[in-house]
């Protein structure tokens, strides 16, 4: 009997725990976790436990973002007409907000850009520009997108007006765009040394161009308080693209994640209150899981299904009533892409059964329909990854051309695999994790067999087996409400933070699983170890039910948490696998 096809790694119990627990003041638990998560030294610990402001690095310290400043101070002090473009998911909807608020209360004359997602695709286009630049644009700033987009940068070059490209993706090796200035975290500048944190996202960028040109324009040493103000909550709109954008929160970004969460119920911002209203989170205090699971949704379904700007608008420029008009209608967005989304991933696993998938030979996944809504196929690709582990190429036809978005596992470049396919693409960009495409459908079937065959060379077969970190094995009886609340402290979690893990061994079934949930797929399992006792609830696992009888022996990688039920609280275990003992198999 096995829950899921899961390897487990267990952090062994550090020597060092007691100790580091004992000057921290905190329990060896919540000490192990931290030692697990490679934190030894007691002032690295606090500063982990109690993120500051100070932690923030300072902004000149990215490269391009001091030239790039500068000319936006001069924008801005000369009235020209700045022209915001943005991309149109989470990331690229925030960092254009966060920028648009910026200059506009700078005094500068600034608008904003949406491509569309499915008419025109990711990224920068000449068209595109070029339509900007016929409407009066003289400055183009672009966020979250760009460091790929060589022909339309010399669109913008060639009529003479400034483009600077802030983004954090990969781009292509010697190849960057002919524009004003670059601003990347990750890009190297000789006799300059590396931005500390490489995985800064498009909002944590564009917060930090933000911060930059306050400073530019007031030739100062330190932000106006009117502007500080105004970037402690925009660290709202930043953690919104933070979280959403799946970067790592460590560092630098868990500060900003932290307090930006914090910032999320207080906002100022008539967007952001609208949109945690329609939401039903008013009042609540807001952590990762809200952010990814419920309000980034939101804010995709916009423009996976429709526009983005709509988005956009409702974070810069509406008024409170049409702000609440436009959350209503991103709710409505969201409900029925996550109808489309079921039944594409439905149509994917066909198409698989069809090629016959097999796991033993098949390292990747590439499928493509005519059928397919190009704003759905990347979060059904995460969807596929997630059941297969298999990095996921899904492609959307129309015509003779594809639109494609492609999700990865652990260890597999997905940026780099692209380009090493690209002959067979019309257009790639994106990072490790997940990236985007376009190829012509001629082109198709060779560059699913040159993918395929990238994945074949460069993944193990242990890649392909999802991995528990687990903590550390308890007891039941170590669990209480005040180590649950203790262990919240390691948050907010996300990638490069995962919620703490235990491993529990010597469990038995102590009564007969409950299948529970309106569609009856989830198990409630009470177990016990010894004298202790405790409800756990497995999501997604109904079908171990007719496997576990009382008194069954087995083994639980589970998160130990808080349910609070019509006022009662106690402790209990989500339960991400379970497995059999060796006296039951």
């Not at 066909?350 to 979060?379: C, M, N, T, Y």
């Not at 036809?397 to 978005?405: A, I, K, L, P, V």
């Amino acid at each position: 009997m096995q829950g899921r096809s899961q390897r487990w790694s267990v952090a062994p119990e550090h020597p060092a725990a007691a100790d580091l627990a004992g000057r921290l003041k905190v329990s060896p638990i919540l000490a192990q976790a931290l030692l697990s998560r490679g934190l030894a030294e007691p002032d690295e610990c606090r500063s982990f436990l109690q993120p500051n402001l100070k932690s923030l690095h300072e902004p000149h310290l990215i490269p391009g973002i001091l030239r790039a400043a500068e000319r936006i101070a001069v924008a801005i002090r000369e009235k020209q007409r700045v022209i915001i473009y943005g991309d149109y998911d989470v990331d690229g909807i925030t960092a254009t907000t966060i920028l648009w608020h910026a200059i506009k209360l700078l005094g500068g004359n600034v608008c904003y850009y949406i491509p569309h997602r499915v008419d025109e695709g990711y990224g920068l286009n000449s068209a595109a520009i070029a339509q900007i630049i016929e409407q009066g644009a003289q400055l183009i700033i672009t966020v979250d997108c760009g460091i790929t987009a060589i022909e339309p940068a010399q669109v913008a070059a060639d009529r003479g007006v400034d483009l600077i490209i802030t983004d954090h993706h990969h781009w292509h090796e010697g190849h960057l765009p002919n524009c004003h200035s670059v601003v990347h975290p990750r890009l190297p500048v000789e006799g300059q040394a590396a931005y500390p944190n490489p995985h800064l996202c498009g909002a944590g960028v564009a917060f930090k161009l933000a911060w930059q040109t306050a400073l530019a324009h007031n030739g100062q040493s330190r932000v106006s308080a009117e502007f500080r103000e105004f970037l402690i909550d925009a660290m709202a709109l930043a953690a919104l693209g933070t979280i959403a954008d799946v970067v790592p929160l460590v560092g630098e970004n868990r500060v900003l994640a932290h307090f930006g969460l914090t910032g999320l119920r207080a906002s100022k911002l008539t967007g952001i209150r609208a949109l945690i209203a329609s939401a039903s989170l008013s009042g609540l205090k807001l952590d990762s899981y809200d952010v990814g699971f419920k309000l980034a949704p939101r804010l995709n379904a916009c423009g996976r299904m429709g526009h983005a700007a709509l988005a956009v608008k409702m974070f810069t420029e509406a008024t409170p009533e049409e702000a609440a008009e436009i959350a209503a209608y991103l709710e409505t967005q969201n409900r029925a892409r996550q109808s489309l989304e079921r039944d594409i991933v439905s149509q994917a696993i066909a198409q698989l059964e069809e090629r016959q998938f097999a796991p033993e030979k098949d390292f990747a996944i590439v499928l493509g329909s005519e059928k397919w809504h190009a704003g759905v196929i990347g979060i059904v690709a995460a969807r596929l990854v997630e059941k297969y582990c298999r990095p996921t190429v899904m492609v959307a036809f129309t015509d003779d051309t594809g639109q494609g978005s492609a999700r990865s596992i652990p260890g597999f470049h997905l940026a780099g695999a692209l380009s090493a396919c690209g002959e067979h693409l019309v257009a790639h960009g994106g990072h490790e994790m997940a990236a985007g495409l376009k190829v012509r459908r001629e082109n198709f079937d060779a560059f699913r067999d040159a993918f395929a065959d990238h994945a074949r060379r460069n993944i193990q077969p242990a890649m392909m087996i999802p991995q528990l970190n687990l903590d550390a094995a308890v007891n039941l009886g170590q669990l209480s409400e005040a180590l649950v609340n203790d262990l919240h402290r390691l948050g907010p979690f996300g990638n490069g933070n995962v919620r703490p893990l235990f491993c529990f061994r010597d469990i038995q079934i102590a009564a007969p699983p409950r299948v529970c949930g309106k569609e009856s797929k989830h198990l409630q399992i009470m177990i016990r170890q010894g004298n202790a006792r405790m409800k756990c609830i497995a999501w997604g696992q109904a079908d171990l039910a007719g496997q576990l009888k009382t008194g069954t022996p087995i083994e639980l990688a589970a998160e130990p948490t808080i349910n609070d039920f019509s006022g009662f609280r106690s402790v209990e275990l989500v339960v991400k696998d379970l497995r059999a003992t060796e006296s039951s198999r």
